[in-house]
C-alpha cells in the first residue's frame, strides 16, 4: 500500500488541476448552508463594485487633467469637486475590497475546517495496513500544506486572477472606445504574452517544486522518527549518523530550492521584458497621438494610468499564478489522501453490536498481510461468557494478529469472527470496538496528563469516576505523590512514566471504558517478575465476570486460564487446561519447562546480585566484634 499521493500522480493515477477545483468546490458552495452561499454572492458583488471603480478611477483623473491644463483652470469648482470624487474612488475601491474579504472570510474558514476535518477522519477510517505503512511527519506535512494551500486558492484565484482577467477586458475595451483599435491590440496583445510566458515556465518549473516537496517530506518524515525514537538513537550513539540521514535529505532539498530559484528569476526576467514592451509602444503611441492632435494631455495620462494599474497586478499575477500552481499540487497531494480505499469498511446501514454476554468465536479463520504470506490456518476456539481463553505460542505465530481481527483493524481472508452469534463483519465498526477493551503490551500515550490519559478510555467521565479507575488499577496512590498529580505530564509516548506505571494508566483507562469483553496483549511481557506480579493481581480483578482473551508469551501468567491454545505457525496446535498440558508432555510443556528453567537462572542471579556470594556457598561467618 502506498501512502504518498507523489508516487500515485507519477504512476499515472495523478488527479489534474480542475479535479481538484471541482473537489474543492462544495466546500465553497454547501447544499445544506445557505448563509455560506450568501456570502458568496455579497462577495461577489463588492468585488464587481470594486473592480467597476478602480476601471473608473483614471477616467476621473483623466478629466481633471484635461481641465486643469485647458481653458477650464480658471475655473476652480469644477477640477475639485472631480478631484473630490477621485478621491471617494479611492476610498470606495479599498472599502468595497475590505467588506469583500470580511464577508467571505467565514466562508474560506469553513471551506478549510471542514476540507480538513474530512481528511482527518478519512485517515482514522483506513485500515491499519495503510497507517503501518505510513511516513507520520510526510503525512502530517500533506495534510498542512493542503489545508494552507485551500485558503491561497481561495483568496487569490476568485479575488485577484478572475478580476485582472475581467480589469483586461474592460480596459481593452475601454482604449478601443474611446480611441482605437491599436490600442486595445498591443494592450491584449503584451498581456496574452505575459500570461502565455508566465504558464509555460511555471509548468516547467512544477518539476523542481515537486522535488521540493519531497524532499522537504523526505527530510521531515526522518526528523521526526528520528526524535521519536530519541532513546534509541541515545543508546548506540548515533547522533552524528542521524544528523547525515537528516543533512542528506536537507542537500537535495537545497539542490531542489537551488534550481527552483534559478528557474524563477529566468521566468522574472521575460515577464519583464513584455512589460517594458507593450508599455513602452503604448506610450509612444499616445505621445504621437497628443502631438497630432487626436489626443489630450488626459489622454495620455489615462492610458499611461491604465497601464500602470492593469501591469502591477499583472506583475503580481505571475506570483500568484505559481503560487496557485504549487497550492493546487498541495491541495491535489491532500485530496488524494480520500481517494485511498477504505479496506475495512461498515456494510450500508450496519447494525450497532448487540452484547448480550460476550461469547467470542472464531471459525476456521484464515488469514494474510499478503497472499505468499499466510499468518492463520483453520484457527478455531471459542471463548465463552465470563470465561478466560489464554493464546500462546513463539513469536511470529499469530498471536497479536488475532486480536487485531477481533478488532476488526483488518477482515479475515476465509472463516469469520462472530461475538455473540453476530459476525464483526456485519456490525458497525463504533459499536464492536466500543465493547472490546485492550490492554496492549507495549502503551502508548498521548503528550499530556495523566488525568487526560486515564479519561481517553471514556471522555467526558467525571474526575471521580476516573480516580476510582485509578484505584482499581492500583496506580492512584502513586499519582497523588506525583507533584502535581494527575496534572503530570507524560511526556511523548508516555516516556516519563516507568513500563509498569504505564500499563497501570491502561488498565484504568480500560477500567473507565467499561467494555463487555477484555482483552490483555502480551500485557506484562516487558515488565520485570515483580512488577509483572502486581500489573497481573490487577488485571485479575478487572477481568471477573468478564469474557476474557488473554495473549501471552509468559506462561506463568495463564496458569489460571479456563483454557489454553497453543498456537504455531498460524495453526491450534494444542488447547487444554494448565494442568492438562503439563501431563501430554508436548509442545506446552516443552515451554513451560524452559521458561521455568529461565526463572530460576534469572532469580539465581538475583540472589547472587544481593549477597555477593554465588548460591549453595555458605559465606564466612561474621567476626564476634562485629556483632
Known sequence: MRTMPETERRRGGA????????????????KDRMEMRVRVVIALLFLAAAKGITVGVPILYKMAVDILTGQGANVVIVPIGILVAYGSAR?????????????????GQRAIRQAGLKTFRHLHSLAMRFHLDRQTGGLSRVVERGTKAIEFV???????????????????????????FWFALVTFVTVGAYIVWTVMVTEWRLKFRRRMNEKDQEATTKAVDSLLNYETVKYFGNENHEAQRFDKALRSYEAAAVQSKVTLSLMNIGQGFFISIGLTIVIIMAAFGVRNGEMTLGDFVLVNSYLIQLFLPLNFLGFVYREIKQSLTDMEDMFSLLDVHKEVDDKENAPDLAVSGGEIRF?????????????LKGVSFTVEPGRKVAIVGPSGA????????????YDVTAGRITIDGQDVRDVAQSSLRAAIGIVPQDTVLFNDTVYYNIAYGRPGA??????????LASIHDFVMSLPDGYDTQVGERGLKLSGGEKQRVAIARTILKGPEILMFDEATSALDTHTEKEIQASLAEVSANRT?????????????ADEILVLDKGEVIERGTHAGLLEKGAAYAEMWARQQEAREAEETLAKVSETGEPTGQASDPAPAAAE
Not at 476610498?91 to 466562508?107: N, S, Y
Not at 467525571?462 to 476510582?468: K, R
Open 398 to 409: 499469530g498471536k497479536s494478529t488475532i486480536s487485531r481481527l477481533l478488532y476488526r483493524f
Open 363 to 375: 471459525e476456521n479463520v484464515d488469514f494474510d498481510y499478503n497472499p505468499d504470506r499466510r499468518i
Open 15 to 30: 488527479r489534474n488541476d480542475w479535479k481538484t477545483i471541482r473537489t474543492l468546490l462544495p466546500y465553497l458552495w454547501p
Open 548 to 560: 476474557a482473551l488473554v495473549i501471552a508469551h509468559r506462561l506463568s501468567t495463564v496458569v489460571d
Open 154 to 180: 481561495l483568496n487569490f484565484t476568485l479575488f485577484n486572477i478572475l478580476p485582472t482577467l475581467l480589469e483586461i477586458l474592460l480596459v481593452c475595451g475601454i482604449l478601443w472606445g474611446l480611441f482605437n
Open 462 to 471: 467525571s474526575p471521580a469516576e476516573i480516580e476510582e479507575a485509578a484505584r
Open 91 to 107: 476610498v470606495l475601491q479599498q472599502a468595497f475590497g475590505e467588506l469583500r474579504d470580511a464577508v467571505f472570510a467565514k466562508v
